[in-house]
């Protein structure tokens, strides 16, 4: 939902063109977005759902995906296509960036679990390279829980994000969650939303 109206389709090509073919396969998962708020001023919006499993290996037999993989990940996944065509749409747009959802990846995991995912931050170290910044920590200046884990209700993990350009980053007032004690009491959602307020 916009409180303005949406302009256009973003159509996100990767650097390679098999990243472009998988993001057309994942389609689904990644919509972006040019909108225009109230006020007339534009952003780029993406919303992601990286799922908590990597991209078939079959896809890519015989592709050398290197170029774009985590260098400490365990397989490619969904999240890395995008972080690789927001490298080529970011150069090519004039309009801020937000770029928001279920990343499936929390730094929590490359030491809490023994032998799991690995390259959390680095992740979250090449979003900041392309200029785009995690909300949630700069207001909050710590990794900020997002999510239940079904399995024992534990809260410490931070799996979804938003993240800003840098313009954008300076205008932040505040970024913070949904109360848990409303969003998980409910049972609403496992996770929790990411409320941003900006300057304008």
């Given at each position: 939902m916009?409180?303005?109206r949406?302009?256009?389709?973003?159509?996100?090509?990767?650097?390679y063109?098999?990243?472009?073919?998988e993001?057309?396969?994942?389609a689904?998962?990644v919509?972006?977005?040019?909108?225009?708020?109230?006020?007339?001023?534009?952003?780029n919006v993406?919303?992601?759902?990286?799922?908590a499993?990597?991209?078939?290996?079959?896809?890519?037999?015989g592709?050398?995906?290197?170029p774009i993989?985590?260098e400490?990940?365990?397989?490619?996944?969904?999240?890395?296509?995008v972080?690789d065509?927001l490298s080529?749409?970011?150069?090519n747009?004039?309009?801020?960036?937000?770029?928001g959802?279920?990343?499936?990846s929390?730094?929590?995991?490359?030491?809490?679990?023994?032998?799991?995912?690995?390259?959390?931050?680095?992740?979250?170290?090449r979003m900041?390279?392309?200029?785009?910044?995690?909300?949630?920590?700069?207001?909050q200046g710590k990794?900020?829980?997002?999510?239940?884990?079904?399995?024992?209700g534990v809260?410490?993990h931070?799996?979804d994000?938003?993240?800003?350009?840098?313009?954008l980053?300076s205008?932040?007032?505040?970024?913070?969650?949904?109360?848990?004690?409303?969003?998980?009491?409910?049972?609403?959602s496992?996770?929790?939303?990411?409320?941003a307020?900006?300057?304008?």
């Open positions: 916009v409180r303005g949406i302009l256009n389709e973003l159509n996100l090509r990767g650097t063109e098999w990243v472009s073919s993001l057309t396969r994942y689904g998962n919509l972006a977005r040019t909108i225009e708020g109230l006020s007339g001023e534009r952003f993406v919303v992601v759902y990286s799922p499993w990597p991209l078939d290996s079959a896809v890519r037999h592709v050398d995906v290197s993989k985590l400490l990940g365990n397989g490619l996944w969904c999240a890395d296509l972080h065509a080529v749409a970011i150069r747009s004039p309009y801020h960036w937000i770029v959802g279920d990343f499936n929390s730094e929590t995991f490359d030491y809490m679990w023994p032998g799991g995912p690995r390259g959390n931050r680095e992740y979250l170290d900041a390279k392309l200029g785009l910044f995690d909300a949630l920590r700069h207001c990794l900020t829980p997002t999510f239940k884990n079904p399995k024992d809260v410490v931070q799996i994000h938003l993240f800003v350009s840098l313009e980053k205008r932040l007032t505040s970024c913070d969650v949904g109360d848990e004690n409303i969003v998980f009491g409910e049972r609403m496992d996770h929790l939303p990411i409320i307020i900006f300057n304008s």
